[in-house]
T-cell receptor, first 114, second 113 residues
């Protein structure tokens, strides 16, 4: 079985400060890991993914995430947050042993204050 | 990356009726996925639709309630049958996309009154 945990329901930061959204996962095999963002009344937008290779993955809008196998984590980071980054963020995992199933975390609401 | 057109974008429906949601992809894909996002919740996979075969439903979801069609490699529909207020959710279709992992439609926001 696979699962994802996003331990924080909400993250609040000031504009210009670093932003971190936490994610830990559990899979039987090796993970494929994803981050998506959802703006109000919009669908999910892809931010970045880890499949294999470098542990530090860079994605859209200045976001990056670091795959840490020993801690089974894939935290999303942005060095300097913008007000426009305020949205709902989802971490997702797929077990390489599973054909296709993608499991989502509960989501973290990010609020960046001006 | 794949582009998905999903419609309707939103609807308000009477309880006891049914709504069919359409998902059109601009390229041929083997698998299409249907998710439900209840208010304030995460995404839950309803079923996986393969062309030419019965959809595979996840635990807690049944074909009678959520019949799915997959007539070709670019199109799928999800019907929400005999609706109740508990079915009020956002429904999203998704496809596996080599570049992005998975691409999602913009969603259908369903309100049942």
């Amino acid at each position: 079985a696979q699962s994802v945990a996003q331990p924080e329901d909400q993250v609040n930061v000031a504009e210009g400060n670093p932003l971190t959204v936490k994610c830990t996962y559990s899979v039987s095999g090796n993970p494929y890991l994803f981050w998506y963002v959802q703006y109000p009344n919009r669908g999910l937008q892809f931010l970045l993914k880890y499949i294999t290779g470098d542990n530090l993955v860079k994605g859209s809008y200045g976001f990056e995430a670091e795959f840490n196998k020993s801690q089974t984590s894939f935290h999303l980071k942005k060095p300097s947050a913008l007000v426009s980054d305020s949205a709902l963020y989802f971490c997702a995992v797929r077990d390489q042993l599973d054909d296709y199933k993608l499991s989502f975390g509960a989501g973290t609401t990010v609020t960046v204050r001006a | 990356s794949a582009v998905i057109s999903q419609k309707p974008s939103r609807d308000i429906c009477q309880r006891g009726t049914s709504l069919t949601i359409q998902c059109q992809v601009d390229s041929q894909v083997t698998m299409m996925f249907w998710y439900r996002q209840q208010p304030g919740q995460s995404l839950t996979l309803i079923a996986t639709a393969n062309q030419g075969s019965e959809a595979t439903y996840e635990s807690g979801f049944v074909i009678d309630k959520f019949p799915i069609s997959r007539p070709n490699l670019t199109f799928s529909t999800l019907t929400v049958s005999n609706m109740s207020p508990e079915d009020s959710s956002i429904y999203l279709c998704s496809v596996e996309d080599l570049g992005r992992g998975y691409t999602f439609g913009s969603g259908t926001r369903l309100t049942v009154v």
